[in-house]
């Protein structure tokens, strides 16, 4: 039996009904849901737990998007971000199984607290995705939450 099912009732409870919530900001913000509800995760099961939970859950909620809107899916876009991010993704699970929790946390939180201002920043200047920064903002963004 997977070692989730060793919470409590209440607080899977409190996972589902969180996950709700976030998954609505995301939903509305188009933003925010996956970091939000890891930040809680990590508060309620920890977060050397929280990143593969929702590593598992975001790989489940992109994959259904992708299937839903697959005629509408830039395919060239996706296999730039996966060759750009694959990697970084792959060092950061790395690193996350040899830092302490205690600087993996402090990433997380140096993630958190810059992803709305760097939005924010980006948006005042007028500065619009195009490839070749989606891929570099893959390669870092992906490495961080891999972590």
């Known amino acids: 039996m997977p070692e989730f099912f060793n ?3 209440d607080i ?3 996972i589902a009904a969180l996950a709700f919530a976030t998954g609505a900001l995301h939903g509305a913000t188009g933003m925010a849901g996956g970091v939000v509800m890891a930040a809680i995760l990590a ?3 920890g977060i050397k737990e929280a990143v593969p939970v929702m ?3 975001l790989i489940f909620s992109h994959s259904s998007r992708v299937l839903i ?3 509408d899916t830039d395919w060239e876009t996706v296999r730039l971000i996966l060759f750009f991010s694959v990697p970084t993704i792959i060092l950061g699970a790395y690193l996350f199984t040899i830092f302490s929790p205690l ?3 402090v990433v997380f939180a140096v993630f958190l607290a810059m992803s709305l201002p760097i939005k ?3 948006a005042q200047r007028r500065i619009r995705t195009n490839r070749r920064l989606l891929a570099g903002a893959s390669m870092v963004g992906e490495y961080w ?3």
């Open 55 to 57: 590593t598992c859950a």
């Open 12 to 14: 899977v409870l409190i």
């Open 7 to 9: 919470y409590p009732l």
């Open 120 to 122: 924010y920043w980006a």
């Open 43 to 45: 508060h309620l099961i």
């Open 69 to 71: 809107y697959r005629q």
């Open 145 to 147: 939450q891999g972590m």
């Open 103 to 105: 600087v993996v946390a």
